[in-house]
């Protein structure tokens, strides 16, 4: 059974860095494009970045380019969001998602807040 656990959050000043973790067991990282979403307080939950599997790169959404970066770890079967230049409008609940043999697999989310 695929799971994936995120960690990371926290409560940040605006300009500061987080990184964020997706562990994943039941699936390899490596083999699947996994995904990074948001949602904000009384917003639709919205794409941030994802990572495409083997090797093939990576995406943003416009409003995080630049100061977002997506990798993975093979070896810990990981996926991360680092986060750097933090702003409030930043602030939500980051879950991590994937497309596995026509299921959506989400996490639970980790909360991250920025708020000077």
């Known amino acids: 059974q695929v799971q994936l656990v995120e960690s990371g959050g926290g409560l940040v000043q605006p300009g500061d860095s987080l990184r964020l973790s997706c562990a994943a067991s039941g699936i390899m990282v490596g083999t699947v494009h996994t995904n990074w979403f948001r949602q904000a307080p009384g917003k639709e939950r919205e794409f941030v970045g994802r990572i495409l599997n083997g090797g093939a790169g990576t995406d943003y959404a416009d409003s995080v380019k630049g100061r977002f970066i997506i990798s993975r770890d093979y070896a810990k079967n990981t996926v991360y969001l680092q986060m750097t230049s933090l702003k409030p409008e930043d602030t939500a609940i980051y879950y991590c998602?994937?497309?596995?043999?026509?299921?959506?697999?989400w996490g639970r989310g980790t909360q991250v807040t920025v708020a000077s």
């Open positions: 998602n994937v497309f596995f043999r026509r299921n959506n697999y």
